[in-house]
């Protein structure tokens, strides 16, 4: 089991300013105690990070925002909102991205202890957390848009997030409501992993099955890429129409790959409604502000992020851990149009 300072101060019998004393080899204490707190540190086997090396840092005020995929421009209005509402509460805001290939959890632990964090917002990843990990992670953590999981003690996090599975569901409940059957759907993959865009991925099941509507795994445009999200909406749309002729509309995953899949059908001589309708996932200005303008799902991004301070600084102060879940809303902008038979 791991150690902090203060609990080495606390089986010496001192102070945890004495403790970083006789660590940094600094300041005034007597052989007696340096030995006493040198006996803990070998029995515990202590290693001390850099806030223990440098006791100042202690009194820093920082917390942490470790965003997977920073470049989503979605992230990026909630970035926006976390820098502005942190820095009024008087503390500075690390802001940190995640890659595909690193572990989000991996990097809080890490970086908790280098930078000597108060606190900690991650923004993206997955749902796949196991309680042996998250133990690891000794300061307040909220989780924006995705949770823990089951395995994780939802006293040992805070969380803000969408019902990502129903608000999917919603959007292809209303191409079908539209009359629409041949429905593709852009995603990234895997499909197995606990992510947004799986639980997305199960909505779009859930909404063909309840209204009856067949499955053709044709009309499912999924791979692995490290395309831009326009870029990966363009190439898979192009799949899509290459192998199903008869597709009459789509729902992407996220609205740059919305954009990225309007594109793809423009080029291609169709139009939008009136030969495809698309529909996308978030509600950036982008969509909005392409033409034709794209309906979506809108995420509520400034009052999301907003509560994921408050959450943190709730925590930071004592406070019992929460979870919220937002609602979205569908924007109807024109991209969408009932089938003509």
Same mark, same amino acid.
């Given at each position: 089991?791991?150690?902090?300072?203060?609990?080495?101060?606390? /089986?010496? @019998?001192? @102070?945890?300013?004495?403790?970083?004393?006789?660590?940094?080899?600094?300041?005034?204490?007597?052989?007696?105690?340096?030995?006493?707190?040198?006996?803990?540190?070998?029995?515990?086997?202590?290693?001390? #990070?850099?806030?223990?090396?440098?006791?100042?840092?202690?009194?820093?005020?920082?917390?942490?925002?470790? !965003?997977?995929?920073?470049?989503?421009?979605?992230?990026?209005?909630?970035?926006?909102?976390?820098?502005? $509402?942190?820095?009024?509460?008087?503390?500075?805001?690390?802001?940190?991205?995640?890659?595909?290939?690193?572990?989000?959890? *991996?990097?809080?632990?890490?970086?908790?202890?280098?930078?000597?964090?108060? @606190? !900690?917002?991650?923004? @993206?990843?997955?749902?796949?957390?196991?309680?042996?990990? &998250?133990?690891?992670? $000794?300061?307040?953590?909220?989780?924006?848009?995705?949770?823990?999981?089951?395995?994780?003690?939802?006293?040992?996090?805070?969380?803000?997030?969408? #019902?990502?599975?129903?608000?999917?569901?919603?959007?292809?409940?209303? /191409?079908?409501?539209?009359?629409?059957?041949?429905?593709?759907?852009?995603?990234?993959?895997?499909? *197995?992993?606990?992510?947004?865009?799986?639980?997305?991925?199960?909505?779009?099941?859930?909404?063909?099955?309840?209204?009856?509507?067949?499955?053709?795994?044709?009309?499912?445009?999924?791979?692995?890429?490290?395309?831009?999200?326009?870029?990966?909406?363009?190439?898979?749309?192009?799949?899509?129409?290459?192998?199903?002729?008869?597709?009459?509309?789509?729902?992407?995953?996220? *609205?740059? !790959?919305?954009?990225?899949?309007? +594109?793809?059908?423009?080029?291609?001589?169709?139009?939008?409604?009136?030969?495809?309708?698309?529909?996308? &996932? *978030?509600?950036?200005?982008?969509?909005?502000?392409?033409?034709?303008?794209?309906?979506?799902?809108?995420?509520?991004?400034?009052?999301?992020?907003?509560?994921?301070?408050?959450?943190? &600084?709730?925590?930071?102060?004592?406070?019992?851990?929460?979870?919220?879940?937002?609602?979205?809303?569908?924007?109807?902008?024109?991209?969408?149009?009932?089938?003509? +038979?």
């Amino acid at each position: 089991m791991e150690v902090t300072i203060k609990e080495i101060a606390k /089986l010496s @019998g001192v @102070g945890i300013t004495t403790v970083s004393r006789v660590i940094n080899n600094s300041g005034p204490v007597s052989p007696k105690t340096r030995e006493k707190v040198m006996a803990v540190v070998r029995e515990y086997n202590y290693i001390p #990070n850099n806030s223990a090396r440098n006791l100042k840092s202690n009194q820093s005020k920082s917390v942490a925002l470790l !965003v997977k995929s920073i470049t989503n421009p979605f992230f990026q209005k909630m970035i926006k909102v976390i820098e502005q $509402k942190v820095a009024l509460r008087g503390y500075q805001l690390i802001i940190q991205n995640v890659t595909n290939l690193q572990n989000e959890l *991996d990097i809080a632990i890490s970086e908790a202890k280098d930078r000597n964090l108060q @606190g !900690v917002i991650i923004m @993206g990843g997955s749902f796949n957390y196991t309680a042996a990990k &998250f133990s690891g992670l $000794k300061i307040p953590c909220v989780l924006l848009t995705v949770s823990a999981g089951d395995e994780v003690s939802l006293e040992s996090y805070s969380s803000v997030r969408i #019902n990502d599975e129903l608000e999917a569901f919603k959007a292809v409940e209303y /191409l079908i409501s539209m009359g629409h059957r041949r429905i593709g759907f852009i995603m990234n993959a895997p499909v *197995d992993e606990m992510t947004p865009n799986s639980l997305r991925y199960r909505g779009y099941i859930r909404a063909l099955e309840q209204y009856n509507v067949p499955f053709d795994s044709s009309l499912v445009a999924s791979e692995f890429s490290s395309l831009s999200g326009y870029d990966f909406g363009f190439k898979m749309m192009k799949q899509l129409l290459a192998q199903n002729k008869d597709v009459t509309a789509v729902f992407a995953f996220a *609205d740059i !790959v919305a954009i990225g899949a309007a +594109k793809a059908i423009l080029s291609s001589g169709l139009k939008i409604p009136e030969n495809i309708s698309i529909i996308g &996932f *978030d509600g950036i200005e982008e969509a909005e502000f392409y033409h034709p303008s794209i309906d979506t799902i809108s995420q509520p991004a400034e009052q999301m992020a907003l509560s994921s301070v408050e959450l943190l &600084f709730d925590m930071l102060q004592g406070g019992e851990t929460r979870h919220m879940v937002f609602e979205s809303s569908l924007l109807k902008r024109g991209s969408c149009a009932a089938i003509h +038979k």
